[in-house]
């Protein structure tokens, strides 16, 4: 992997449930200069501390280095997460005849950072197109996407969405033991991937028009520093806080003091239009409603289990009236609740790793 590990938690439920399975787990990732101290994994982490932190070279660095660690591995499986570390492992699949399984998290050539740069897309799209249909074993999060691939390139994609295990525990904090008022409804965006077009610019230009409310901006992002001036230039300071990525268990302690969790990313890359972000699941097994955009498969979620509501579009001022529609809506907030339990009881990872360990379950 790409990042360095810390809350990539899909990628965690898969270690764990390859644990699980008798397996014997290295997981390799990137240390960044400010990441937090991995601790009480079932498996083995190694995390490369690069040279480079971005862009071609960062890329080159990683892959290379990446081929030379599984060259010289004992390794019986490989997989990859990503095509940003696909290369590497599909060649040292076909070099020492390991099997090799794919888990695709996203829709890598349709991601907005790539939209605007057709070069380096088509570098990407050009890897994609050479060895994905020479991959057995193909994975990816929702059904959006794995129609999109396979109407592409005719193989057999594997679904599994990033669903959270069932709780075993409750909160073990208040809201005052984290910083956060006790007065104020909590509206929160949490994310490891708070980046362009996640709907963040808009959340902030929306509490103008909310009182009694604190926004949250929970994680980290390419655009956090930019919303952060924007919270300045404002003067929302007494309206949004933000606060860094979290360990899994601490998000948790987060999300459950939230009143409402957004999910508002935009519409205008192919990627985005068929998320399904992680954070809606969390969310759910939180006990928060969720206020979400009109996207596919999110949509389909909030629908089907009637779990919150939909924007119609990303202008602040209807963002700020679902706000507070949401919020004063007490009726609706117990209906909620209500069904919030019933849907985290059916979506869990106990559910959905099936998939996984039928698959893997040939390779033990």
């Known amino acids: 992997m790409t990042n360095d590990l810390v809350s990539d938690r899909r990628v965690d439920r898969v270690c764990n449930t390859l644990c699980e399975m008798g397996f014997s787990v290295s997981l390799l990732g990137r240390r960044y200069q400010n990441s937090l101290p991995l601790s009480g994994r079932a498996y083995h982490t190694h995390r490369i501390h690069l040279v480079f932190r971005r862009g071609f070279l960062f890329y080159a660095e990683y892959n290379i280095r990446l081929f030379f660690f599984l060259l010289f591995s004992k390794s019986k499986l490989l997989v990859s997460n990503d095509l940003d570390t696909l290369l590497p492992n599909f060649l040292v699949h076909r070099i020492k005849g390991i099997p090799l399984v794919y888990d695709t998290h996203e829709y890598f050539t349709g991601v907005p950072e790539l939209v605007n740069k057709p070069v380096i897309r088509n570098f990407w799209k050009r890897i994609e197109r050479w060895i994905f249909p020479k991959l057995r074993h193909v994975i990816t999060v929702n059904e959006s996407i794995a129609r999109l691939y396979r109407e592409e390139y005719g193989n057999e994609i594997l679904v599994v969405r990033n669903i959270p295990e069932k709780l075993l525990r409750v909160p073990s904090t208040r809201r005052s033991d984290l910083g956060l008022p006790e007065d104020k409804k909590i509206i929160l965006l949490q994310g490891a991937g708070i980046n362009i077009d996640r709907g963040a610019e808009e959340a902030i230009e929306a509490m103008r028009f909310v009182d009694n409310a604190l926004l949250v901006i929970l994680g980290d992002g390419d655009v956090v520093e930019k919303l952060k001036q924007q919270v300045k230039t404002q003067k929302l300071q007494e309206k949004v806080k933000f606060i860094p990525r979290q360990v899994p268990e601490q998000l948790y302690e987060y999300t459950t003091k939230a009143d409402i969790g957004l999910s508002i990313d935009?519409?205008?890359?192919?990627?985005?239009?068929?998320?399904?972000?992680?954070?809606?699941?969390?969310?759910?097994?939180?006990?928060?409603?969720?206020?979400?955009?009109?996207?596919?498969?999110?949509?389909?979620?909030?629908?089907?289990?009637?779990?919150?509501?939909?924007?119609?579009?990303?202008?602040?001022?209807?963002?700020?009236?679902?706000?507070?529609?949401?919020?004063?809506?007490?009726?609706?907030?117990?209906?909620?609740?209500?069904?919030?339990?019933?849907?985290?009881?059916?979506?869990?990872w106990e559910s959905e790793k099936k998939v996984l360990t039928e698959l893997y379950s040939q390779y033990v």
């Open 266 to 348: 935009k519409n205008n890359n192919i990627n985005y239009r068929y998320s399904l972000p992680n954070k809606v699941f969390d969310y759910i097994h939180a006990g928060v409603p969720v206020l979400a955009s009109d996207l596919v498969e999110v949509k389909r979620i909030v629908e089907k289990y009637q779990v919150g509501s939909l924007i119609s579009s990303h202008e602040p001022g209807h963002i700020a009236e679902k706000m507070k529609q949401m919020l004063g809506d007490e009726k609706a907030q117990q209906a909620w609740k209500h069904n919030l339990k019933i849907a985290a009881a059916e979506l869990n």
